[in-house]
């Protein structure tokens, strides 16, 4: 029987790479530390798993895509194998697809491979099966700044998964906790005005959902730095570890984040969220945010929050309640800041004051910036860093 939590791996690098909560033990009505698309229901299955007490189980009632996804700590020129059971029901081709992969990425969030696992596909696999095994070993870039553990379903059908590993080309890993964070980090708390909030060798943990998961902002950070600090060689400049995930919520981010801490070990963490709790979890965001803080002052991580983009409703009326309780939660997001003592990149007021004088920043569905959305984003982190002043 598979009772660990985590299961987890120290690659030969030093990193530890890890799947929290692969054995499902983790949670209430949902399984704790993984991210679902809004289009399938998503449970904790005490009835039915290959290891008690439980295991994942995704529903999709009519024919639709999507992923459950949770970020893993990179582990650059690493080979790693995953592993674990599923099991399968769906009418006689409903079932289109479903697979197991990793998604990695590069300093500056360009895509570099969707590294296939395991793939069950209707024209070739029968779509409703007992529990059944899959591993495979799989060698990760060593350009790999951030990875993120996916599992792809599309049509209609149910999926369970169980016992989900990850191990090192040597052996099984195990279940233990992390490590604790770098002693230097308890100095980093404090940083002057005239220096660049970053310092010299910085680990910059990101965290969030899609809308920081995708590569426009944080790319542009990148450059930014490259730009400003291209006197410095490439391991003086602060490192950016993206740990954001499609879908996350400042509750699922607060879950994961000790997890987190312990393999990215960071200097800096840089939070934004809250699209998707302004449908989901609006009445615990703050609590949550509050949470998070508490935990990375417990660490003396230095802290930046950023207030999460606003919903234009202007051409989709549907959206005003979610437009409204973004607006809220930036308020609520500036006053924890202020109560806190933490800086605050307000990417809200500037994007909600350049859409109000007509300047598109989505994509066209009211959420999601556009490129140009990204960039002001971008740009109001790199004017709260302070880029340009001395890197210390």
Known sequence: MCVAILSAVCAPGGVTVEIVNGSMTDGGATPSNWDCAPAFTFARDTGDFKSAPASM????????????????????????????????????????QYQVAVQTWDADRNKIAWQEVMMRISWRDAMT????????????????????????????????????????AGGAGGGGGGQPARASAATRTSRGDDACFLRRRDTVLVLGDAITAEGGVYRRVLDGLREEYDDLEAGDRPRLVNAAAPGATAASILRMLPGRLDAARPDVVAVCCGTNDSYRDLPGYYASMRGIVAALKERSVAVTLLTPPPIDASKRPELRVRATAVDDMAGQLRRLAAEQGVLLVDCHREMKRLVEGGTSLDWGDGVHPNARGRGVMAECLRKAWRFGKPLE
Do not use: C
């Not at 495979?136 to 790999?144: A, L, N, P, R, V």
């Open 57 to 96: 189980r995704v529903v999709l009632e009519k024919k639709t895509a999507g992923n459950v996804t949770q970020g893993l700590t990179p582990a650059p020129g690493q080979a790693i194998t995953i592993s674990g059971w599923s099991k399968a029901s769906a009418p006689e081709k409903e079932l289109a």
């Open 129 to 168: 099966h007992d529990w059944t095994a899959f591993s495979k070993e799989i060698e990760i870039s060593d350009k790999t700044r951030s990875m993120t553990l996916v599992i792809y379903l599309r049509g209609k059908g149910t999926v369970w998964f169980d016992d989900l590993r990850v191990e090192g």
